[in-house]
C-alpha cells in the first residue's frame, strides 16, 4: 500500500494533493499495492470529499492539535498511520510544510528518505528516483534499498492526477501524547494579493532589476499578470531592494517553481534564480541586454526595454 499525505488550505485541496496522487498512482503499478490518500488537519469534510474522486480510500485525520501543520503533531500522525496501514511509502510534498515532518517520520520508521525527487521508478523491487542538485544543473539518481521508504516529491513536476474515482471516506482520531504540543503557532498573517499563489500558478510573471522600481511592479508587472491570470514573482535583488514581499522571490533561496509559462521581465538570469525556474515548460524573456543568461534558458526571447514591450503585450493579451 502507498500513503500519501494531501495538502489542502481553506477547506480544498492544493495542486501539489492532485500531483502527489499522479506520483503515487505510477509507484504503485510498479511497486504494488493500493493507494491511499490521508487528510490532516480540522473540518476537513470538504476537502475529503474532493480528494474522494480521485482515490477509493480517504483518510480523514481531524483534531484540533492538527489545524495548523506542526512538524511534532503530524510525525507522530503519519508515522502511527503508516505502521497501521503497513504502508510500504509515504509521499508527501516537497513544501515548507512536507519537509518539516518528512525527514521525522522517515527515522521513526527506520526508513529511507528520498527527498525532492522529480521522477520515480522500481527496479528489483527497490524504488530509484532523480533529484536536482548543483543550483539543478546536475540531476542525480538515487536508490532506497530497503522498504518502507518516506519520499518527498517537488512540486510542480508530476501532472496533476485526473478525477475518475468514487472513493469512501474513513475517519480516524489523532492519538496525540502530550510531547506532541509542546510547539504552538502564535499567529499567522496570510498575503492578500488575490491573485494565485506562485506554487498554485500555471502562468508566472516575474520582474526584475531591469523592471526599475517598486513602481515599474504597479504599472508593468502586475497589469500582465492581472491580463494574464498568472501569480506574480521577484528576483532576490528585487526583494532584498524592498519593492516585493519575499513570498514572491523565486530561486534558489526563494521558491521553486515550474509553471506552463514563465515570463521574466527584466531578469538578468543570475544562475540562482535560474535554478528556481529554469524547469519551466516555456519560458519567455525580455530584457534590452542581448547577452543576458536568462535568454540562454529561454523559448521566446524579446531584445527590448520593458517599458515599451510590456504595454504592447499587455494590450495585445488584453485584446484576445
Known sequence: MILVIAEHSNGSLK??????????????EKLGGEVVAALLGQDLSGAASELAKYVNKVIAVEDAALADVRAEPYTTVLTNLAK?????????????????????????????????????????????????????????????????????????????????ASGTVDKKAADLAASDDRVKVGEKAAAKTGRVALDEADIIVTGGRGVGSAEGFTKLVEPLADALSA????????????????????????????????????????VQHLSGMNRSKIIVAINKDADAPIFKVADYGIVGDVNEVVPALKEAVSSL
Open 84 to 164: 497501521e496501514l503497513e504502508a510500504k511509502a509515504v509521499l508527501v510534498s516537497a513544501s515548507k510544510s512536507g519537509l518539516s515532518y518528512s525527514a521525522r517520520v522517515a527515522m521513526r520508521l527506520d526508513a529511507p528518505l528520498l527527498e525532492d525527487v522529480t521522477s520515480l521508478d522500481v527496479e528489483g523491487g527497490q524504488v530509484i528516483a532523480s533529484r536536482f542538485s548543483y543550483l539543478a544543473r546536475v540531476t542525480e539518481t538515487v536508490k532506497a534499498l530497503a522498504l518502507p521508504i518516506v519520499i518527498s516529491v517537488k512540486p510542480n513536476i508530476f501532472p496533476v492526477a485526473e478525477a475518475s
Open 231 to 270: 501569480g506574480i514573482g521577484a528576483t532576490r535583488a528585487v526583494v532584498d531592494a524592498g519593492w516585493r514581499p519575499y513570498s514572491e522571490q523565486v530561486g534558489q533561496t526563494g521558491k521553486t517553481v515550474a509553471p506552463g509559462v514563465y515570463i521574466a521581465l527584466g531578469v538578468s538570469g543570475a
Open 15 to 28: 495542486k501539489s494533493a492532485l500531483e502527489l496522487l499522479s506520483a503515487a498512482k505510477s509507484l504503485s
